[in-house]
């Protein structure tokens, strides 16, 4: 199975995290979720808001294509990348992932005080 590391993310996932048995065919949030790893996932992983958003450091190519609808909700992602997926629909494939948890979204957003 392959790997799924998850870079630190000062509220979500302070010292990052090492997925070593992530399930093929499993979303990314699904595999997140199971380990603990307590994504925002406002719509309930259906593909209707940006809570999710990953961006995809290693592996991006292994993913699937993003669908139509997909597309047009990460143009809303803060901190869009060329390599952003909705976690809730990127399934894992064959290959090692590494994904960032961008430290805001557009639901949320922390200020430092």
Do not use: F
């Not at 990460?74 to 992932?97: F, H």
């Amino acid at each position: 199975m392959p790997k799924l590391t998850v870079l630190p993310h000062p509220d979500i996932c302070p010292d990052g995290a090492v997925i070593d048995d992530a399930p093929s065919g499993v979303s990314i949030c699904r595999v997140l979720l199971d380990n603990h790893i307590d994504i925002e996932h406002a719509c309930e992983l259906s593909c209707a808001c940006t809570t999710c958003h990953v961006v995809v450091r290693q592996g991006y190519a292994s993913l699937e294509e993003p669908s139509e609808t997909e597309e047009d909700l990460l143009d809303k992602a803060w901190g869009l990348t060329s390599v952003s997926r909705l976690s809730c629909q990127a399934m894992i494939a064959d290959a090692d992932l590494t994904v960032e948890i961008p430290k805001y979204t557009i639901n949320h957003a922390k200020e430092d005080h």
